[in-house]
């Protein structure tokens, strides 16, 4: 199913859906990176951003870089180097780009099917991490525990898809740390609607490979 977000009315509410056609939009959240309480001063118990696995999204638009937050998302983390490592993303789409919100790719491929994925894996929303311009967040449907291979990119600041660990919200477990001028091409594409999808790019936009490049 499609992890989606949606944005409705003119207070800016957002339903967050990623499992089915009908609910097909992501999550993001604000240019704020690691929170100041859990930096690498803060907390020895972190990894340094120097060493943090890093992934490498290469697009039909150019190279994305995405480092990943291992320690703050375990979980997330470690489902999305597995499917990078299984070569998953490797010709699927950025399939939903709405432009002041996010890009939202991993989960169809050029003939607008989506590829079986593994399990889904549990909500991390409640990280302290925050959906800001250039994270990377988990995509899923209602169900707060139904992300698999769909990722979202935030283009803004998105405070109303932080989750608090029990409301929910969507689990931020990277940032782009190069490529960001890719990700704002994608975001400025023409889109239209696709087999009754809203926000699909007229002309595709392609993982053409994903692989890791420091783990």
Request: proline letters at 5%; charged letters at 20%.
């Amino acid at each position: 199913m499609i992890k989606s977000l949606t944005m409705l009315g003119l207070v800016g509410l957002v339903a967050l859906f990623s499992g089915c056609r009908s609910k097909s939009h992501p999550e993001l959240y604000n240019p704020g990176d690691i929170p100041a309480w859990r930096t690498v001063d803060s907390d020895p118990t972190l990894r340094s951003t120097e060493d943090l696995p890093r992934v490498v999204l290469n697009t039909n638009r150019g190279a994305i870089t995405i480092e990943l937050f291992e320690q703050q998302a375990p979980i997330s983390t470690a489902n999305f180097l597995q499917y990078v490592n299984d070569g998953f993303y490797n010709g699927l789409l950025f399939h939903r780009v709405i432009p002041g919100f996010m890009i939202q790719g991993g989960g169809l491929n050029a003939e607008f099917s989506e590829p079986e994925t593994r399990a889904a894996i549990a909500n991390e929303a409640g990280n302290g991490l925050r959906n800001t311009r250039g994270t990377v967040a988990m995509a899923r449907t209602d169900d707060v525990a139904s992300a698999t291979a769909q990722f979202f990119i935030n283009l803004v600041d998105n405070s109303f898809l932080n989750g608090d660990g029990v409301t929910g919200g969507y689990a931020v477990f990277g940032r782009v740390v190069q490529g960001m001028d890719v990700v704002d091409q994608i975001a400025a594409v023409e889109t239209a609607t696709r087999e009754g999808m809203a926000d699909v790019p007229v002309e595709p936009v392609v993982i053409e490979s994903a692989r890791v490049i420091r783990q």
